[in-house]
Antibody, heavy 120, light 110 residues
């Protein structure tokens, strides 16, 4: 079964750093892009960026460029989303999803989501 | 890169059909045949329902169909069922490896 499984919920203070993970299984991890999507409380989906674990080619939404870092460790089939200095406005659910082959906007399957709460 | 425009809400009775629109520009929806649709139930992860404008993944009922005309894509759900009540998001390729989502539409089954 193809699946992506995310790390658990996090509670952090403003200014702290954070790295959340997304582990793929049931497929060749290096041959599919992985995308990250933000959903702020009560709001819609926002595309953050994608990474190709095979060569770590990474593309960011202009809205998130410089705000987060997307990376991957193909040796353990895991992609990451990280912040160096969190803000309260980073409070959201973050989803990862595998990008379908021959596509950039087809995401399937999705992880269960990681809730990140940033509060003093 | 602005979000695609969707109606905030639509509704229909069981058995009826509803259509959700998704309007973009020549730089996204109108420029590529790469539009996908996602269903999201409360507190759940989104689920792929349609990709490449009209294609249905395995397991998605054929009551769900997609289309596109110019800069507007549409998702039609026929034979509405109670379990179809959810939020629906469109998504389009926008060139240069970037992607944009719509603002989301809440579907209420009356």
């Amino acid at each position: 079964e193809v699946q992506v499984v995310q790390s658990g919920a996090e509670v952090k203070k403003p200014g702290e750093s954070l790295k959340i993970s997304c582990k793929g299984s049931g497929y060749s991890f290096t041959n599919y892009w992985i995308g990250w999507v933000r959903q702020m409380p009560g709001k819609g989906l926002e595309w953050m960026g994608i990474i190709y674990p095979g060569d770590s080619d990474t593309r960011y939404s202009p809205s998130f460029q410089g705000q987060v870092t997307i990376s991957a460790d193909k040796s353990i089939s895991t992609a990451y989303l990280q912040w160096s200095s969190l803000k309260a406005s980073d409070t959201a659910i973050y989803f990862c999803a595998r990008v379908c082959s021959n596509s950039y906007n087809c995401f399937d399957p999705w992880g269960q989501g990681t809730l990140v709460t940033v509060s003093s | 890169q602005s979000a695609l425009t969707q109606p905030r809400s639509v509704s229909g009775s069981p058995g009826q059909s509803v259509t959700i629109s998704c309007t973009g520009t020549n730089s996204d929806v109108g420029g590529y045949n790469y539009v996908s649709w996602y269903q999201q139930h409360p507190d759940k992860a989104p689920k792929l329902m349609i990709y490449d404008v009209t294609k249905r993944p395995s397991g998605v009922p054929d009551r769900f169909s997609g289309s596109k005309s110019g800069n507007t894509a549409s998702l039609t759900i026929s034979g509405l069922q109670a379990e179809d009540e959810a939020d629906y998001y469109c998504c389009s390729y926008a060139g240069s490896y970037t992607v944009v989502f719509g603002g989301g539409t809440k579907l209420t089954v009356l």
